[in-house]
T-cell receptor, first 114, second 113 residues
Framework: DAKTTQPNSMESNEEEPVHLPCNHSTISGTDYIHWYRQLPSQGPEYVIHGLTSNVNNRMASLAIAEDRKSSTLILHRATLRDAAVYYCILRDVDSGGSNYKLTFGKGTLLTVNP | EAQVTQNPRYLITVTGKKLTVTCSQNMNHEYMSWYRQDPGLGLRQIYYSMNVEVTDKGDVPEGYKVSRKEKRNFPLILESPSPNQTSLYFC????????????FGPGTRLTVL
């Protein structure tokens, strides 16, 4: 799977929007962009994923650059509960026939200030 | 509620004493997987299973066994645990078709003395 680069940490204030960036300059045409997060003392939790178009769900929005070499996870109004490590992961849709392994990097530690 | 459960959540044991960590999911998922998480190394896959009676090695399978006799259960077996298997373990599942969402269990913190 192609490599992703994320900032080690980011800080936000409660009820403000948060934009978490991810660079993936070597992304292939069949790589989906996945975001997971891991709250303290919990297992990873799915946030959102997309291929080319921007995506929205109840948790967040995913903005994908036109050339797909970068993406941004957007939390519209951060809460204290959003403090977590956020992982940007690429998965090749063509590898779905074998192993659905997720390759987690170091992620971005998001701190939310009250 | 759709979920992946693991037991036990915490376990302290001694070298060489066989143990099993159970994983169960109630979503009828075909795919299940085990990861271990260590500081500085992130999550690494141990074993995975595409369906009942179909299992395969992940990136760090040494010292572990798994079985998949039923669709909902995927136990992780440590026949002779060693201190280097002290770690935080996560079970995950997903359906084979469509989407991308994997569901993770709450984790099992294992200490081998």
């Amino acid at each position: 799977d192609a490599k992703t680069t994320q900032p080690n940490s980011m800080e936000s204030n409660e009820e403000e929007p948060v934009h978490l960036p991810c660079n993936h300059s070597t992304i292939s045409g069949t790589d989906y962009i996945h975001w997971y997060r891991q709250l303290p003392s919990q297992g990873p939790e799915y946030v959102i994923h997309g291929l080319t178009s921007n995506v929205n769900n109840r948790m967040a929005s995913l903005a994908i650059a036109e050339d797909r070499k970068s993406s941004t996870l957007i939390l519209h109004r951060a809460t204290l509960r959003d403090a977590a490590v956020y992982y940007c992961i690429l998965r090749d849709v063509d590898s779905g026939g074998s192993n659905y392994k997720l390759t987690f990097g170091k992620g971005t530690l998001l701190t939310v200030n009250p | 509620e759709a979920q992946v459960t693991q037991n036990p959540r915490y376990l302290i044991t001694v070298t060489g004493k066989k143990l099993t960590v159970t994983c169960s999911q109630n979503m009828n998922h075909e795919y299940m997987s085990w990861y271990r998480q260590d500081p500085g190394l992130g999550l690494r896959q141990i074993y995975y299973s595409m369906n009942v009676e179909v299992t395969d090695k992940g990136d760090v399978p040494e010292g572990y066994k798994v079985s998949r006799k039923e669709k909902r259960n995927f136990p992780l077996i440590l026949e002779s645990p060693s201190p280097n298997q002290t770690s935080l373990y996560f079970c995950a599942s997903r359906r084979l078709a469509g989407g991308g969402e994997q569901f993770f269990g709450p984790g099992t913190r294992l200490t081998v003395l």
